[in-house]
């Protein structure tokens, strides 16, 4: 059965699909290199098994879920969003799950315990079967909520298979390689494959505070599907990052970045954004949460960036720290739930489709 969400996430890209077939096609017929090409969101393409890793930054309204499927149909949940309203950020999961064309998640990633990543735990595996949960070891945070975040995840997974991970720890999944860099404040020195590499950046890197929270904690990923690289860092705040990547850079460069912390300015260090040097950013952002402008500059200056993609307007922000409105899933009053679908490519091309007006844009393999 159809659930209100998976309508929500589809219904506009049917109804806007008719329109857009002609004047698609008329568009690629003089444009065949312009990098814009039919949506992509259609059940047709959905299946799994068809050579294509597919990453869903699903709209949790400034919390972070991302739903990474590989071509073997098996999945990465990495974060659950936020308990409540109904269970919306479950049923944006299901929607998510559905396109993708698969009915369990093999492995949920929970990067720390805020709520806004691992609240959505109980409503989620009341609805779907989960293969196992990692997460970087008990709560390190001294605060009643997060205590209590901890107290509901640990009695929502009992009964489920739990593993703590570790940097340099590695997640399988076929087709995929996952490895953990941070974890539980602790960071990789280097990742098989990836000779560390002097970090220019480091030297004009000012001083970051300590962060006493969670989200210093956070349990970040690198992966990697043939030459294409997805960072994915959590909450990971700067001093952390900057241990990460200085003096040496253990992660090369890569393709996709999912904007740290949601776009917070405690977070994407120019150390590390331009030493990992994306060529595509992903910000999941709320309307009124994260999205800071020092932020938003930092990722949107990083040298080889072609596009900043947000999941809403940064509503308190200008309009010069906001991406143009196609790269917007959920702009300031047209609704929310849109997400960005990612499909990529062993050779290291990939799309990324704006679920709302389900256009497509291509990024060429470098
Ligand atoms: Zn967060």
């Known amino acids: 059965m159809k659930t209100a969400a998976h309508e929500r996430l589809q219904s506009p890209l049917r109804r806007r699909h008719a ?183 480091c030297a004009s890197e000012h001083a970051w505070a300590d962060d006493p929270t969670e989200n210093s904690r956070s349990a970040g990923i690198l992966v990697t599907f043939g030459k294409f690289k997805f960072l994915d860092l959590g909450d990971l705040t700067g001093k952390k990052e900057v241990a990460l990547v200085c003096p040496n850079n253990p992660i090369g460069t890569i393709d996709l970045y999912l904007v740290t912390h949601h776009g917070m300015d405690w977070s994407n260090s120019r150390a590390i954004v331009n030493a990992v040097h994306p060529r595509v950013a992903i910000m999941n952002n709320g309307a009124h949460k994260a999205g800071k402008p020092e932020a938003w500059q930092i990722v949107h200056d990083s040298p080889g960036l072609i596009d900043l993609w947000q999941l809403h307007t940064a509503e308190d922000a200008d309009a010069a720290h906001n991406s143009p409105e196609g790269l917007i899933a959920n702009p300031k009053g047209d609704g929310d739930g849109h997400a960005m679908t990612v499909v990529a490519l062993p050779d290291g091309s990939f799309s990324v489709t704006n679920t709302r007006t389900g256009q497509t844009k291509q990024y060429p393999r470098n």
Not at 143 to 171: L, S
Request: glycine share 10%; hydrophobic share 40%.
């Open 19 to 201: 329109r857009q077939v002609f004047a698609f096609t008329a568009l690629l017929a003089v444009c065949a290199l312009c990098g814009i090409s039919a949506p992509q969101f259609s059940r047709a393409q959905a299946a799994p098994s068809t050579g294509q890793l597919r990453i869903y930054s699903i709209d949790v309204e400034g919390g972070q879920s991302t739903l990474l499927v590989a071509p073997s149909g098996e999945s990465l949940l990495v974060d659950t969003g936020w308990p409540g309203n109904n269970g919306r950020d479950a049923e944006r999961i299901l929607a998510a799950m559905h396109d993708a064309g698969i009915k369990r998640i093999d492995h949920v990633l929970i990067t720390h315990f805020h709520t806004d990543h691992v609240g959505g735990v109980p409503e989620l595996i009341a609805k779907i079967e989960v293969g196992e949960f990692l997460d970087h070891g008990e709560n390190r945070e001294d605060a009643a909520d997060t205590r209590n975040n901890y107290a509901i995840y640990v009695k929502a997974i009992a009964g489920h298979q739990r593993r703590i991970v570790h940097p340099g720890d590695t997640i399988p999944i076929d087709g995929l390689s996952v490895v953990v860099l941070t974890a539980d404040g602790e960071h990789i020195g280097a990742v098989p494959g990836i000779t560390p590499t002097p970090n220019p950046w």
